[in-house]
């Protein structure tokens, strides 16, 4: 079945760093990715829309300057936190959908900002 | 906010159905029921969908009431694999916006041997 692969699985960095997280679909194309992010014990909560070969859709609230999307292929996308900072610890995760199909997963990412 | 509400969590003896409700009384017309579940730092998982008729694959049941307003995931045998946080999402399915999930807090379902 497809399989949506994240890298890294686990991140840890310094303070004031950054740190890039890819996102590959890897047997279907995709032109929209997502990206979620899940602190503990609650719930995914969409950040953004990438979309390839444009600028990514940010939902309100989160900072497009912090979180740069890439999307320059149709199977990678590409999710950098500048300039990290304890509190943008959290597991990342990304999601693809075919261009007309089913919506697949990330293994996810989780950052630890020291 | 998530068109979906779910209980906070729910136990279930291992070897026993697991019946995990969901209320979505605002879907609309072309929006289908997903289910998800997601097991301790991994991505969610995909499990079943439906529009209007109940569904049955490997993993689990899905019914629906007739007016659409809530559904229920069963999960026939439950072991111990399945503890997990289960989400149910009301979506369009396919196309771009398809992927653009709204979660809420999902229901923690523990096996218990």
């Known amino acids: 079945g497809a399989v949506v692969s994240q890298h890294p699985s686990w991140v840890i960095c310094k303070s004031g760093t950054s740190v890039k997280i890819e996102c590959r679909s890897l047997?279907?194309?995709?032109?929209?990715m997502f990206w979620y992010r899940q602190f503990p014990k609650q719930s995914l909560m969409l950040m953004a829309t990438?979309?390839?070969?444009?600028?990514?859709?940010?939902e309100q609230g989160v900072e497009k300057d912090k979180f740069l999307i890439n999307h320059a292929s149709l199977t990678l996308s590409t999710l950098t936190v500048t300039s990290a900072h304890p509190e943008d610890s959290s597991f990342y995760i990304c999601?693809?959908?075919?261009?007309?199909?089913?919506?697949?997963f990330g293994e996810g990412s989780r950052l630890t900002v020291l | 906010d998530a068109k979906t509400t779910q209980p906070t969590s729910m136990d279930c003896a291992e070897g026993r159905a697991a019946n995990l409700p969901c209320n979505h009384s605002?879907?609309?017309?072309?929006?289908?029921v997903y289910w998800y579940r997601q097991i301790h730092s991994q991505g969610p998982q995909y499990i079943i969908h439906g529009l209007k008729n109940n569904e049955t694959n490997e993993m689990a049941s899905l019914i629906i009431t007739e007016d659409r307003k809530s559904s229920t995931l069963i999960l026939p045998h439950a072991t111990l694999r399945d503890t997990a946080v289960y989400y149910c999402?009301?979506?369009?399915?396919?196309?771009?916006?398809?992927?653009?999930?709204?979660f809420g807090q999902g229901t923690e379902l523990s096996v218990k041997p």
């Open positions: 999402i009301v979506r369009v399915a396919g196309g771009n916006q398809g992927g653009k999930l709204i």
């Open positions: 990438s979309n390839e070969g444009s600028k990514a859709t940010y």
């Open positions: 047997d279907f194309q995709a032109t929209t």
């Open positions: 999601s693809a959908t075919p261009i007309a199909g089913e919506l697949f």
């Open positions: 605002t879907i609309s017309g072309n929006e289908y």
